[in-house]
């Protein structure tokens, strides 16, 4: 019984911890975590076999209730070419409510600066059949549902949050403003870091894992590439959030490398107003 036992748990550590997509790189347990957070949970065991018996349903573009508000989270199925052959549109979104944060401006003065919340949709997600779970009544309920039946949608999101540049300037709606001329009319953002690996993809030193290895063919076509993306996502900093909670969509790209054409995903350039 005791081998049985320890059978299970590799069986179902393997599960949990296998990504779910390769345009939706998070493992089971990550998302599961996040759920847990939402609903007030523990992460125990307990608490993930409970919310496996969930009915999921995973999306790409997602027609928000109330208004018809239309989201994307592709990289290949947008309805229109977007680039030359190609169909990806990932909508990054601006967040009601804002967070606070503490920085250096020297050694000797620390400031605490008020920050928007910014997030790019990795997916959509909706769940039903809760069972016995107790959701908090501040989770919101889909207006479609039914008290008997409930549904409830989120947003997968990463988050960004405002460049590390030399000026701590913010405009009224909080955003980081750009340094120079372009600060009249855009933002420079850069995606958040969480403040340890993600132990599923890395270790406590930031070397890939076994279940990295397994999923790789997930993070890109050839091994230079899957490394790459994987030191961009190692400390991805992710967040479910109701689509009711999105203020609007901006108008985002990544910057270059300095003197080529080749976009620097670690520095975002957001325009603000556009013509």
């Not at 994307?72 to 601006?94: P, Q």
């Not at 599923?200 to 279940?211: E, F, N, R, Y």
Request: a positive charge.
């Amino acid at each position: 019984m005791i081998l049985t036992h320890v059978l299970d748990t590799v069986i179902a550590y393997r599960f949990q911890s296998s990504i779910l997509h390769p345009q939706a790189r998070i493992a089971r347990v990550e998302l599961l975590d996040l759920l847990c957070d939402k609903m007030n949970l523990p992460k125990t065991i307990q608490s993930y076999k409970r919310l496996q018996n969930l009915h999921y349903q995973f999306g790409q573009k997602l027609v928000r209730e109330g208004d018809g508000k239309t989201f994307w989270a592709t990289d290949y199925n947008y309805t229109f070419e977007t680039s030359h052959k190609s169909r990806r549109r990932r909508d990054i979104v601006l967040v009601k409510g804002t967070e606070r944060k503490r920085y250096l401006i020297n050694i000797d003065e620390p400031v605490t600066m008020e920050n928007a919340l910014c997030g790019e949709a990795v997916f959509f997600l909706k769940i039903s059949d809760l069972g016995d779970i107790n959701v908090p009544p501040e989770m919101e309920r889909d207006e479609s549902s039914t008290v008997r039946h409930p549904t409830y949608t989120f947003i997968l999101v990463r988050w960004f949050e405002p460049a590390p540049i030399r000026t701590f300037e913010r405009d009224p709606l909080h955003r980081p403003l750009c340094t120079g001329p372009l600060h009249i009319n855009h933002c420079l953002w850069r995606y958040s870091q969480a403040n340890i690996y993600r132990k599923v993809i890395a270790t406590d030193t930031g070397l890939p894992t076994d279940s990295f290895h397994r999923h790789k063919h997930m993070f890109g076509k050839t091994h230079q590439e899957q490394l790459h993306v994987f030191d961009m996502e190692k400390k991805a900093y992710h967040g479910l959030i109701p689509p009711s909670s999105v203020v609007r969509t901006v108008c985002m790209c990544p910057c270059f490398l300095p003197n080529t054409s080749t976009p620097d995903y670690g520095l975002w350039m957001e325009t603000v107003t556009v013509l």
